[in-house]
């Protein structure tokens, strides 16, 4: 899916909202596809969904580094996520229902408790 298509139209969003750099969008993209298959899934899945689904694949990724990766890319908290996820939204990248909205990702969790204080109590039990 990292194409110089969807990397340019990625650009595009980035000229009209420079919050939040390309690898926000690279890595929320891969979230999506590494939740989809962690449900067993094709299509939509919900903002709580797809927030788990961030969590599990950036504690695989980035370890105890996740906050700091994400706070490089511009995004210090999940209502950050739910920002890029409706500029992917709105671009025509990915799709939403009506019962979608920016208020399912405002803060769910808080990234220094699942990154950095929880970190080494279920990283080890993370077999997906």
């Given amino acids: 899916m990292k194409d110089e298509g969807l990397i340019a139209r990625i650009e595009n969003i980035i ?11 690279l890595f ?12 067993e899934r094709h299509g939509h899945v919900t903002g709580r969904e797809l927030l788990e689904g961030i969590r599990e694949l950036a504690k695989k990724r980035f370890g105890p580094m996740a906050r700091m990766v994400f706070e490089s890319w511009g995004v210090n908290a999940t209502d950050d996520f739910g ?5 992917l939204v ?11 909205s920016k208020d399912d990702f405002r803060g769910v969790y808080d990234f220094a408790d699942v990154f950095e204080k929880q970190y080494d109590w279920d990283i080890g039990n993370s077999s997906k």
Avoid: W
């Fill in 15 to 25: 000229d009209r909202d420079p919050r939040y750099k390309l690898e926000a969008y």
């Fill in 28 to 39: 929320l993209i891969k979230a999506v596809e590494y939740t989809m298959e962690r449900l």
């Fill in 83 to 87: 920002e890029v996820v409706f500029n």
């Fill in 90 to 100: 709105e671009a025509g990248i990915l799709g939403k229902t009506e019962q979608d």
